[in-house]
């Protein structure tokens, strides 16, 4: 089955700074990638829509300054939280949407953000 | 108006019992999917169950099946012989539209205990 994986799975960082988290579909194509955020005991959020090649759609709410995404090829996209802050404290977890059949989004096992 | 409902927020069950856990859905649109995911712990989202809008016989995956009723908008997830390591967070989901680039919409959740 399609693999994506997420690099870093947890991370912890001080108030104020930058946070990078990778989404790659390792073996195949993925034209459109979706950031989800979940918050403890929560259900998953969508924030964006991310297609290769073109500026991310973002989910009303969700501010696009503060959440940069970039979908720069068809196995990556990147999550930036610019300037975080401990209330973004949270799971963010991409999905991959593969070709054919009925399951065609694949989660990656996601990123623990922890802004001290 | 939520578009997935999932109004259990906790269920018991003893190993080896059958559980039902209950999923309602609001769309307008005539083709649309329905899915379920566990999240165990770990946090990873393990895809178990597709069911589409058109599909006339209710899914059915090993010990897992869904119950699709489209005049009542329910898509009920049944596990069969409940293990131990069923213990985890269900999630019902909806893709509206045909197209395989639409985010899934998620549901609150329900968490799942089986003791021994």
């Known amino acids: 089955g399609a693999v994506v994986s997420q690099h870093p799975s947890w991370v912890i960082c001080k108030s104020g700074t930058s946070v990078k988290i990778e989404c790659r579909s390792l073996d195949f194509q993925a034209t459109t990638m979706f950031w989800y955020r979940q918050f403890p005991k929560q259900s998953l959020m969508l924030m964006a829509t991310s297609n290769e ?5 973002y989910e009303q709410g969700v501010e696009k300054d503060k959440f940069l995404i970039n979908h720069a090829s068809l196995t990556l996209s990147t999550l930036t939280v610019t ?6 404290s949270s799971f963010y977890i991409c ?3 593969s070709w054919g059949g009925y399951n065609e989004q694949f989660f990656g096992p996601g990123t623990r953000l922890t802004v001290l | 108006a ?20 209950d999923c ?7 083709s649309y999917g329905l899915f379920w995911y566990k999240q165990p712990s770990s946090g990873e989202m393990i895809f178990l169950i ?3 809008s058109y599909d006339e016989q209710n899914a059915t995956e090993g010990r897992y099946s869904l119950n699709f009723q489209k005049a009542r908008k329910s898509a009920n997830l049944v596990i069969s012989a409940s293990q131990l390591g069923d213990s985890a967070m269900y999630f019902c989901a909806m893709r509206e ?3 395989a680039g639409t985010a899934l919409i998620f549901g609150k959740g329900t ?3 089986v003791s021994s």
Do not use: C, N, W
């Open chain 1, 95 to 97: 999905s991959a949407r």
């Open chain 2, 50 to 52: 597709y069911q589409g």
């Open chain 2, 111 to 113: 968490t799942l205990s």
């Open chain 1, 83 to 88: 300037s975080a802050h401990p209330e973004d």
């Open chain 2, 97 to 99: 539209g045909i197209s």
């Open chain 1, 53 to 57: 090649g073109s500026k991310a759609t």
């Open chain 2, 2 to 21: 939520q578009k997935i409902t999932q109004t259990q927020p906790g269920m018991f069950v003893q190993e080896k019992e059958a559980v039902t856990l």
């Open chain 2, 24 to 30: 309602t859905y609001d769309t307008s649109d005539q």
